[in-house]
């Protein structure tokens, strides 16, 4: 008798403590409402480990619990150390939302880009069924979070995959579609490929607020997106985060060094 297969050992599932990554959509000023409401979405990352303790595969979830934006956006994630080459095969768990504005290639990531682009929405609004200018659980109105995940699977098991990895950013739909994308990202954290240049913002007198060496802070240290522990209690539509949380200026001013749980007052 033929030996049988050996089955391969059962795949260990480790489950990250969740991130809220709020974003504010007036990019590339804070002079408006910058009440970091505008998309906010709650990212948890599952994974799936060999007994060697490498990752074979991702479940990114993301619940979107806020779209406080008058714009239409579309939201993604960027990963910064995994290459294309390295993933087999994106799945996403609601392909309806998915596709249209940001559009994939036959893996799952968006076309065009040397770096792995997951996209969570095409469009924001969409997702819960109303248009922009409707503003989604910010204004005397609360709408069920719209939830989806993004499953990731590599070609040959990676050492690990943390919050570190990914780069989540929001981008304007409609400059999308007309091949002139703003996106806006965490401090420190790099665009796309697609993403509008410095250069080209500078010829239309938008980044004069901004930080000489980082497009995604003003020249104060103020972030258009904000990474928190667990669920962020986000402030309503119009107030500006500065009087919602009063140690959240001081968090910025000091470049993130002080006032680290300016989220919790």
Do not use: C
Request: proline share 7%; glycine share 4%; charged share 20%.
């Amino acid at each position: 008798v033929p030996n049988p297969p050996v089955e391969p050992p059962p795949l260990t599932i480790v489950e990250l403590s969740p991130y809220t990554y709020s974003f504010e959509d007036n990019w590339p000023t804070t002079k408006r409402d910058y009440d970091m409401n505008d998309f906010v979405v709650v990212v948890q990352i599952v994974k799936y480990q060999n007994a060697e303790n490498k990752v074979e595969k991702v479940v990114i979830k993301n619940k979107v619990i806020s779209v406080g934006a008058s714009k239409n956006l579309a939201a993604a994630i960027q990963l910064e150390k995994v290459a294309v080459s390295d993933i087999k095969d994106v799945d996403y768990t609601d392909g309806s939302v998915v596709g249209a504005v940001l559009p994939l290639g036959s893996s799952g990531l968006e076309q065009g880009q040397s770096k792995p682009v997951l996209t969570i929405v095409d469009d924001a609004h969409a997702a819960f069924d109303v248009l922009a200018p409707t503003f989604v659980s910010t204004k005397n109105n609360a709408y069920q979070p719209f939830e989806t995940e993004v499953v990731v699977e590599f070609n040959n098991p990676i050492s690990n995959f943390s919050y570190d990895d990914i780069n989540p950013f929001i981008a304007y739909y409609d400059n999308v579609k007309q091949g002139n994308r703003y996106e806006v990202h965490m401090v420190g954290s790099a665009g796309t490929d697609k993403i509008k240049s410095r250069s080209n913002l500078e010829h239309q007198g938008l980044a004069s607020e901004l930080h000489a060496t980082d497009m995604f802070k003003t020249l104060f240290n103020e972030p258009f997106a904000v990474r928190t522990p667990g669920e962020f209690v986000y402030p309503n539509e119009t107030q500006n985060i500065k009087v919602a949380y009063p140690n959240f200026i001081n968090w910025v001013i000091s470049g993130g060094t002080t006032h680290q749980d300016w989220f919790l007052n």
